[in-house]
Structure formats: structure tokens, C-alpha cells
């Protein structure tokens, strides 16, 4: 399967901290992109670092993405109890013109 | 800002019954998709259009059709609905140029409940 795997799958922490998030995948892709869902809401995208990018940020999101290990991570710096959701990565492989593939999702809580 | 409107938040039909999810974009978006999401499994892909009339099967189209007859509407349709068809559906556009794959613009979903 070419999905991505997020990891951990779970992750709860206090807020302020910074919250780290992972995603292997397994072809060569164009892109990859992050996306947030709110509970029972459609999905928010956060930032795209394309295969010849290693880094992006916005605002408090930093995107590192390392095509040799097939891995990329999202960071949230600071993070607030706002910013508790699901994310998850999608990747364009190569070849497959418009289509994304997700991940399962990461469940992010963060504690006031 | 781009705005993806689905037609219900919430429906409720009965096994064998015909059902049609719409999908309206308002910034011209030449792709647009259909996908389910279900807890453990992640979104998948049901059926895209990258144009008015075209279609493309995802990676679950069974039990499922689509259309696409103007290129802001893209619908969903259950030809004879199944309780395993019990989902959130969502749908998604975007503006794709080379066919790379961009950003995609969300709908706030439809969660559909099969009796």
C-alpha cells in the first residue's frame, strides 16, 4: 500500500509544549501535505513541502520532509488547547496526476 | 476563500434506497473528489473528476457512482444503499495544473447513517 503511516498515533501533551508528529511512506512523491480535522468536521490544509523541499514553515508549523528515509514531521511549537484535532499526512505519489493518499491520522489533545 | 458546500450534514435512509450526496465548489476547481472516512481506516478515495463529464474510479467505487454534469457540482450516488455504506463522506476540490497534486479544499462532510 502506498499509504502513509502517521506516528504515534496518539499523542497528548500540556499546553505550551511543542507537539511532534510523524509520516513514513513507502513510493517516490511529488508532495507531500498536512491536514487537520476538527471532531465530526472536514479536513484544513496546513502546509504542502513539495520532493525538493526539506523544510517549510507557517506560523507555528515547521514541515521537514526527508525523501532518502521516506519520512516527514510536522511540528507545532507552543502549542494551545486550539490546537487539539486530528492530523494527518497525504502524499501525491509520482505518477498518480491529482490523487491523494492519507494516513490514518494522529489524535492530538492538548491539555489546558 | 475557496468554499466547499455539501448538500446534508447528517442523513438517515433505509437499506435499498437511492441516495445522492451533493458537492458544490465555488472557485473553479477543475478536480474534484469524493471520499469516505471511517475510524481506523483513514480516508479513501471513492471516485475524482478532473472535468465536467469525466470521472475516475478511486480505490473503494463499488456500490457507488458519481456525476459530474457542471463543473462546480460533483454528486455522489448510492444506487441501492447498505448498511456497510454507513459513513462520513467528504468531498474535496482543487485547482491542479500538470496534474502534481495540490492543495485540496474540504467540505464540512455528510455523515450517513444506513438503516
Known amino acids: 500500500s502506498q499509504q502513509g503511516e502517521e506516528d504515534p498515533q496518539a499523542l497528548s501533551i500540556q499546553e505550551g509544549e511543542n507537539a511532534t508528529m510523524n509520516c513514513s511512506y513507502k513510493?517516490?512523491?511529488?508532495?507531500l501535505q498536512w491536514y487537520r480535522q476538527n471532531s465530526g468536521r472536514g479536513l484544513v490544509h496546513l502546509i504542502l513541502?513539495?520532493?525538493?523541499?526539506r523544510e517549510k514553515h507557517s506560523g507555528r508549523l515547521r514541515v521537514t520532509l526527508d525523501t532518502s528515509k521516506k519520512s516527514s514531521s510536522l511540528l507545532i511549537t507552543a502549542s494551545r488547547a486550539a490546537d487539539t484535532a486530528s492530523y494527518f499526512c497525504?502524499?501525491?505519489?509520482?505518477?498518480?496526476?491529482?490523487?491523494?493518499?492519507f494516513g490514518k491520522g494522529i489524535t492530538l489533545s492538548v491539555r489546558p | 476563500d475557496v468554499k466547499v458546500t455539501q448538500s446534508s450534514r447528517y442523513l438517515v435512509k433505509r437499506t435499498g434506497e437511492k441516495v445522492f450526496l451533493e458537492c458544490v465548489q465555488d472557485?473553479?476547481?477543475?478536480?474534484m473528489f469524493w471520499y469516505r472516512q471511517d475510524p481506523g481506516l483513514g480516508l479513501r478515495l471513492i471516485y475524482f473528476?478532473?472535468?465536467?463529464?469525466?470521472?475516475e474510479k478511486g480505490d473503494i467505487p463499488e456500490g457507488y457512482s458519481v456525476s459530474r454534469e457542471k463543473k462546480e457540482r460533483f454528486s455522489l450516488i448510492l444506487e441501492s444503499a447498505s448498511t456497510n455504506q454507513t459513513s462520513m463522506y467528504l468531498c474535496?476540490?482543487?485547482?491542479?495544473?500538470?496534474?502534481?497534486?495540490?492543495?485540496?479544499?474540504f467540505g464540512p462532510g455528510t455523515r450517513l447513517l444506513v438503516l
Open positions: 474535496a476540490s482543487s485547482l491542479d495544473v500538470g496534474g502534481l497534486g495540490e492543495t485540496q479544499y
Open positions: 513510493t517516490s512523491i511529488n508532495n
Open positions: 513541502i513539495r520532493s525538493n523541499e
Open positions: 497525504a502524499t501525491v505519489h509520482t505518477g498518480a496526476n491529482s490523487k491523494l493518499t
Open positions: 472557485m473553479d476547481h477543475e478536480n
Open positions: 473528476s478532473y472535468d465536467v463529464k469525466m470521472k
